[in-house]
């Protein structure tokens, strides 16, 4: 029987040796060209780590192989580059490599500290409750990270909005004034003078 379908993995020759796993006798494999609206690919952020690291650690807890459990949250995440590091991972682990060295290849999702506590669950047989633990404490950096920047929109806003009302002033407001003052015929203090060279070089530059 003929059939035609789908497989995402991080090359071709990865392709062919899993339909070779699975005996499909392979006719015609090609890339699929990526489409012309919504191709672009969502990055891959700590959030995204956070949830593997939980699912994972969800998974060996219930007893699932740990090849298994990559297959099953690699095929089963919404971002196709979160789906081509878990699988690539998994790759990774079935020729034989460790999960910390598996991880260790991607030092930009996964830093050392990550890695160092993988290496240790390893070591002492409760990988599934350091990853537990790596879950939270990500978690917990997002949720801090959240909150610094929240705190930071109103005075960011502030400053945005003097800087942006200063000008104005310099632009528009102080040459009118220096006109009337330069009606007047008078000597100005220095730091009327100041100010009004200020704005002349704010005009003349900008």
Not at 10 to 22: C, D, F, W
Not at 73 to 90: S, W
Not at 135 to 162: C, D, F, H, M, R
Request: include cysteine; aromatic fraction near 8%; charge should be positive.
């Amino acid at each position: 029987m003929r059939v035609k379908g789908q497989i995402r993995a991080p090359t071709i020759a990865l392709v062919r040796a899993e339909l070779r796993r699975q005996s499909i006798s392979l006719l015609k494999i090609r890339k699929k060209p990526p489409p012309w609206f919504g191709g672009i690919r969502k990055k891959i952020r700590s959030t995204d780590i956070a949830v593997f690291s939980r699912q994972l650690a969800t998974m060996m807890s219930a007893g699932v192989p740990l090849v298994q459990a990559f297959d099953i949250i690699g095929h089963g995440h919404d971002n196709p580059r979160m789906q081509d590091l878990v699988l690539a991972i998994k790759t990774d682990i079935e020729s034989g490599t460790s999960l910390t060295e598996a991880l260790r290849k991607h030092p930009r999702y996964f830093d050392e500290l990550v890695c160092n506590l993988v290496a240790a669950g390893e070591q002492a047989g409760v990988l599934d409750l350091l990853l537990d633990k790596i879950a939270t404490y990500k978690e917990q950096t997002e949720s801090i990270k959240g909150k610094i920047k929240k705190a930071l929109v109103y005075p960011v806003a502030v400053i945005l909005v003097a800087i942006l009302v200063t000008a104005a002033i310099m632009l528009f407001v102080i040459p009118q004034f220096e006109a009337l003052f330069t009606s007047f015929g008078a000597d100005l203090p220095a730091f009327t003078r100041l100010v009004i060279g200020i704005s002349d070089l704010m005009r003349q530059w900008w």
